[in-house]
């Protein structure tokens, strides 16, 4: 489980962003806001780590249930999944399913955080790409999608988007397009997953 924190030092480095001003100087007050930034990022993942480290992620294998048959009128192209788990059974769990609509590669994908359920917000930044089975470039927004919050990154040509978002604390859900970068789309794929299916299991694991 240690291993899961190495992402979350490269999310608590974009508090490096407080150590600047509008005009790009720095002072020594605001480098140590910034470098208390960083610490509070880490070590609000450090805590979820060890209040959650016996939870039991949903198995891969079940969570493929929640991912759409068809997205835009598109079958499912090809589905995989994986489960990361300690010896005590605790872990990750993600699944991710892939469609062609016209031009344009559609994937849609779930992830149950379990382990690192209570830091879930901060995990949904790095959780993303590896469903995504690519880097994510381009600038990141936070939005709320029916609630739930979210981030949105379009690449710089604005061929690519991709939506993710969390639910009931502990799933990521990730949509991604490549080709015109249509958000209806994105968003469409989104909507096909079976939520009520998650929230069934939002106490997976627990004891």
């Known amino acids: 489980m240690k291993k899961l924190l190495i992402p979350v030092l490269a999310i608590g480095l974009m508090g490096c962003s407080d150590f600047?001003?509008?005009?790009?100087?720095?002072s020594i007050r605001q480098v140590a806001e910034g470098l208390q930034s960083l610490g509070d990022r880490v070590a609000e993942m450090g805590e979820a780590l060890e209040r959650d480290a016996d939870v039991e992620a949903v198995p891969w294998d079940d969570l493929?249930?929640?991912i759409p048959e068809e997205v835009a009128g598109a079958e499912l192209f090809d589905l995989e999944g994986d489960d990361a788990t300690d010896r005590h059974g605790a872990g990750m769990s993600?699944?991710?399913?892939?469609?062609v609509v016209g031009g344009d590669s559609v994937f849609v994908g779930v992830a149950d955080l379990g382990a690192l359920r209570s830091g879930a917000q901060?995990?949904?930044?790095?959780i993303a790409p590896l469903i995504a089975h690519d880097d994510i470039e381009?600038?990141?927004?936070?939005?709320r999608i029916d609630g739930h919050p979210a981030i949105r990154v379009r690449d710089d040509e604005g061929d690519e988007v991709l939506i993710a978002l969390l639910?009931?604390?502990r799933f990521a859900v990730v949509a991604g397009v490549q080709g015109r970068g249509n958000d209806d789309l994105v968003r469409e794929a989104i909507d096909e997953v079976d939520y009520r299916q998650l929230r069934r299991w939002s106490d997976y694991g627990m004891e």
């Open 122 to 126: 901060l995990a949904l930044r790095w």
């Open 64 to 66: 493929r249930e929640v």
């Open 94 to 99: 993600m699944v991710s399913g892939e469609y």
């Open 20 to 26: 600047v001003d509008e005009d790009g100087n720095t």
């Open 167 to 169: 639910v009931e604390e």
């Open 138 to 143: 381009g600038n990141i927004e936070e939005i």
